[in-house]
């Protein structure tokens, strides 16, 4: 049971039953209406909500992270109200907040759909952000654990093999991409290009050398070895800078990006996460339009699973994948990628079942027909 009142400090207290909390609920209300109640001086955790936490640590900690666009987006959506996508838990002292209460936020996630790994990601974003809280510099020593931990009892979903992404782009849609990214091509009637161009460039590296999203906006010009046809990656989510090699199509969307002449800079200057996520979700949404429109001309039923359940991340997949298959091994493979886990990169490989075949039927001596 809660009281929270304009005139006195918050208080909670846990009951066993119903009319037990109602009756201590009523008595304290008269109380402080009387001014004979006094209340002992509240612990920290008592003082602040998860939403005015989740605040503070969005201002002063999430600078310091390689995902700092993607966590305070998400802070901003839980600082809304609950009914417009809001934290359920915001307004509850942080101190109050006990691991039933994450367990039922939890159990909402999953019943709306969201991914286990989604679910993960989110819940270890507040458990950050309360083990952060629960430091001496942050001075919430008192809160006894973190509600927010499997340690403290908190079951998160599991990731079976069904809800583990394994989205890898055909022929027809990458083509397709890469024409609605075109500001220059051709598009059916009713549909207008985009005005830049730096989307599809970024697409083109993403999708030839399988660099994530952030490390191919933090490139750089002075890390781009022209000769060698290599750049340098400095900002990785695992801290360790490697080089990865640039293949033709990498190599042309750079030299289309117009190298300054003084050679440094960054080469995506003044276009961050945000903007590429959005410029990739108009370009998925354009190129289904095309899609839809050639097949109408031409007569065709247009099939719902082309550029269907697309992400920006799956071009990681996807050139992972061709990586492997163009007969780079796995040590090669780890080293352009950035993966320090075996484990981890098999995740991001999906052999396609028709190279498969092809290889069996080199092996065995058969001939395709």
């Known amino acids: 049971m809660r009281i929270r009142r304009a005139d006195a400090a918050p208080m909670s207290r846990t009951f066993a039953r119903r ?3 109602e009756r201590w609920a009523r008595e304290t209300e008269v109380a402080i209406d009387k001014g004979a109640h006094t209340e002992a001086p509240q612990s920290p955790s008592y003082t602040i909500t998860l939403g005015e936490l989740l605040e503070v640590y969005s201002e002063y900690e999430c600078p310091k992270h390689r995902g700092e666009a993607q966590e305070q987006s998400q802070i901003r959506t839980w600082l809304k109200d609950a009914d417009k996508g809001g934290h ?9 907040i006990r691991v039933v209460d994450v367990q039922r936020w939890v159990e909402a996630l999953n019943r709306s759909g969201r991914r286990p790994g989604t679910v993960k990601k989110q819940v270890g974003l507040v458990a950050r952000a309360v083990n952060k809280a629960r ?14 931990s499997t340690t403290a009892g908190l079951e998160l979903p599991r990731e079976d093999e069904e809800s583990e992404r394994s989205r890898i782009l055909s022929r027809q849609e990458a083509s397709l991409l890469r024409r609605s990214l075109d500001p220059e091509a051709t598009l059916p009637d009713g549909l207008r290009p985009p005005r830049t161009a730096w989307p599809l460039h970024a697409f083109e590296i993403c999708l030839d050398v399988g660099l994530r999203a952030s490390e191919t906006l933090s490139l750089r010009w002075e890390d781009i070895d022209w ?7 400095r900002r990785t989510k695992s801290r360790r800078s490697r080089s990865v090699p640039l293949p033709p199509a990498s190599l042309n969307a750079l030299h289309a990006m117009a190298p300054p002449a003084e050679g440094f800079g960054p080469v995506f200057n003044g276009h961050d996460y945000q903007a590429l996520k959005t410029a990739w979700r108009r370009a998925v949404q354009r190129a289904r339009a095309i899609y839809e429109l ?48 075996m484990r981890m990169l098999m995740r991001y ?3 396609i079942a028709a190279d498969i075949a092809r290889d069996l039927h080199r092996v065995r001596g058969d001939q395709l027909t």
Not at 135 to 148: M, V
Not at 227 to 233: G, K, L, Q, S
Not at 310 to 321: E, F, Q, S, Y
Request: net charge negative.
């Open 19 to 21: 009319k037990d909390a």
């Open 88 to 96: 359920p838990l915001r307004d509850f002292l942080l101190g109050e």
């Open 135 to 148: 430091t001496e510099l942050w001075g919430f020593t008192d809160l006894p654990y973190n509600p927010f």
């Open 227 to 233: 000769t060698e046809h290599v750049a340098r990656i």
């Open 294 to 341: 050639e097949c109408k001309a031409e007569g065709l039923k247009p099939s719902p699973h082309v550029l269907a359940d697309l992400r920006l991340h799956d071009l990681r997949h996807h050139a992972i994948t061709h990586l492997m298959g163009d007969g780079l091994d796995i040590r090669q493979t780890m080293a352009v990628s950035g993966h320090a886990d």
């Open 349 to 351: 490989t999906h052999p």
